[in-house]
């Protein structure tokens, strides 16, 4: 039992005509009449009375008849839901990204995605850059947003640029400083300085690292929390200043004054990541999107930067 001759019955069963049928499937009375002595055949009994005035369903041919409209419309929603998913519209869409850098780009992504497939079911998942590094490995996520991944570990990994940020001082609210609007990084040199962790994101680690240094100053590390929250608490309560994007001030910041870093303009990136082979076409297409909405996202953290 094909879908061919099970369309052709169908067809008859329906209209009851062989020639209506041949109509109705653009194709010929004999061919209709091949596909359903077939059937009979194969199955072994008459689904037919023929007489010269009209055609009658056997008991055998109306249950066939139930049978057959219900597999035709399993085998048409499988091909429509092959389509869509070939298509990216149909699938799971799994995505680990970095919260103090995608408080305001995922939801605006995730949002004209759904609005576009909304068929495709999609989890989020925060997630520093180590953890998905890991969820990649173990194939856990088809896409993560965080700051640009290290370049020992990119293997089998592509990325794209987001927006671009920059660094600023976070301090408690009744620092000395606190009511500047731009300070010298070397003012810091005296103070106990709060890092985001290293392992969590060793490219912002290092940068940071770096700058200090070629401002004629080793920072004097006094914690490295593995949450951006965490960091922002910390200098709320007073147990040091950190240097930081300065897209965490969407954070809860209550306590914390962020001040411009004078004379840096040091680029802090948000990427996208994929693989580099393998994507599924669902998460081919919200790669795409992403990398469509850059210019927008750019603009969008722009009002919420000191780039205002």
């Given at each position: 039992?094909?879908?061919?001759?099970?369309?052709?019955?169908?067809?008859?069963?329906?209209l009851?005509?062989?020639?209506?049928?041949?109509?109705?499937?653009?194709?010929?009375?004999?061919?209709?009449?091949r596909?359903?002595?077939?059937?009979?055949?194969e199955?072994?009994?008459?689904?037919?009375?023929?007489n010269?005035r009209?055609?009658?369903?056997?008991?055998?041919?109306?249950?066939?008849?139930?049978?057959?409209?219900?597999?035709?419309k399993?085998?048409?929603?499988?091909?429509?839901?092959t389509?869509?998913?070939?298509?990216?519209?149909?699938?799971?869409?799994?995505?680990?990204?970095?919260?103090?850098?995608?408080?305001?780009?995922?939801?605006?992504?995730?949002?004209?995605?759904?609005?576009?497939?909304?068929?495709?079911?999609?989890?989020?998942?925060?997630?520093?850059?180590?953890?998905?590094?890991?969820?990649?490995?173990?194939?856990d996520?088809?896409?993560?947003?965080?700051?640009?991944?290290?370049?020992?570990?990119?293997?089998?990994?592509?990325?794209a640029?987001?927006?671009?940020d920059?660094?600023?001082?976070?301090v408690p609210?009744?620092?000395?400083?606190?009511?500047?609007?731009e300070?010298?990084?070397?003012?810091?040199?005296?103070?106990?300085?709060?890092?985001?962790?290293?392992?969590?994101a060793?490219?912002?680690?290092d940068?940071?690292?770096h700058?200090?240094?070629?401002?004629g100053?080793?920072?004097?590390?006094?914690?490295?929390?593995?949450?951006?929250?965490?960091?922002?608490?910390?200098?709320?309560?007073?147990?040091g200043?950190?240097?930081a994007?300065?897209?965490v001030?969407?954070?809860?910041?209550?306590?914390?004054?962020?001040?411009?870093?004078?004379?840096?303009?040091?680029?802090?990136?948000?990427?996208?990541?994929?693989?580099?082979?393998?994507?599924?076409?669902?998460a081919?297409?919200?790669?795409?999107?992403?990398?469509?909405?850059?210019?927008?996202i750019?603009?969008?953290?722009k009002?919420?930067?000191f780039?205002?």
């Amino acid at each position: 039992m094909d879908v061919k001759s099970l369309k052709s019955f169908v067809a008859v069963a329906t209209l009851k005509s062989f020639s209506a049928a041949a109509r109705e499937l653009h194709t010929v009375q004999p061919a209709i009449s091949r596909h359903i002595a077939a059937l009979e055949e194969e199955l072994g009994t008459s689904l037919f009375i023929r007489n010269t005035r009209d055609v009658q369903i056997t008991a055998a041919g109306l249950q066939l008849l139930s049978d057959g409209k219900a597999l035709l419309k399993q085998f048409d929603d499988a091909k429509s839901r092959t389509q869509k998913a070939a298509k990216g519209e149909l699938g799971h869409l799994r995505i680990g990204y970095l919260p103090s850098a995608c408080l305001t780009l995922i939801p605006y992504l995730v949002k004209r995605f759904h609005a576009e497939f909304p068929h495709v079911d999609i989890s989020l998942y925060e997630m520093t850059v180590a953890e998905q590094l890991i969820a990649f490995k173990n194939d856990d996520i088809d896409v993560g947003v965080s700051r640009p991944l290290p370049a020992d570990n990119m293997a089998g990994l592509n990325s794209a640029s987001l927006y671009r940020d920059h660094l600023c001082v976070v301090v408690p609210q009744e620092h000395a400083m606190a009511e500047q609007g731009e300070i010298k990084l070397s003012d810091l040199q005296e103070e106990n300085i709060i890092l985001f962790h290293r392992e969590e994101a060793v490219g912002l680690f290092d940068t940071i690292i770096h700058l200090c240094q070629a401002n004629g100053f080793s920072p004097n590390l006094s914690a490295q929390p593995k949450h951006m929250q965490t960091l922002l608490t910390m200098v709320a309560s007073g147990l040091g200043v950190a240097i930081a994007p300065y897209c965490v001030a969407k954070l809860y910041t209550k306590g914390c004054c962020f001040i411009r870093i004078e004379r840096d303009d040091t680029d802090i990136w948000t990427h996208i990541h994929y693989q580099e082979k393998g994507l599924t076409p669902t998460a081919n297409a919200f790669v795409e999107l992403a990398k469509a909405s850059a210019d927008v996202i750019q603009e969008q953290m722009k009002v919420l930067s000191f780039d205002a």
